[in-house]
Nanobody
Framework: QVQLVESGGGLVQAGGSLRLSCAAS??????????MGWFRQAPGKEREFVAA???????NYADSVKGRFTISRDNAKNTEYLQMNSLKSEDTAVYYC????????????????WGQGTQVTVSS
């Protein structure tokens, strides 16, 4: 069983930056052959894909965050990161990390494990 723990959320002014982290435990192979992703859910809205990265470092982003967010992972630490720059009020949401087996870094797949979420609030 894989456990995911997010950290790094908080309150930031529009235009500011935050870095989210997600540490995975319970895996014995440093996450080989997995895709790690970030999703978010704003109040009253459905959960949406933000970004994903596979074990080799290939990435994919939602159009709404391209050029502002950067996803990365440290396979040795079985941890993924989301660097969020130029934050906007519409980025306010609970951010979830997720992991699934596979190689395609996309959001339209079923993810197997989810974190508990971390709140990101951007004030305008």
């Amino acid at each position: 069983q894989v456990q995911l723990v997010e950290s790094g959320g908080g309150l930031v002014q529009a235009g500011g930056s935050l870095r989210l982290s997600c540490a995975a435990s319970g895996s014995t192979d440093s996450g080989y052959g997995t895709v790690m992703g970030w999703f978010r859910q704003a109040p009253g809205k459905e959960r949406e894909f933000v970004a994903a990265i596979n074990w080799s470092g290939a990435t994919n982003y939602a159009d709404s965050v391209k050029g502002r967010f950067t996803i990365s992972r440290d396979n040795a630490k079985n941890t993924e990161y989301l660097q969020m720059n130029s934050l906007k009020s519409e980025d306010t949401a609970v951010y979830y990390c997720a992991v699934r087996r596979g190689w395609t870094p996309a959001g339209n797949y079923e993810y197997d494990y989810w974190g508990q979420g971390t709140q990101v609030t951007v004030s305008s």
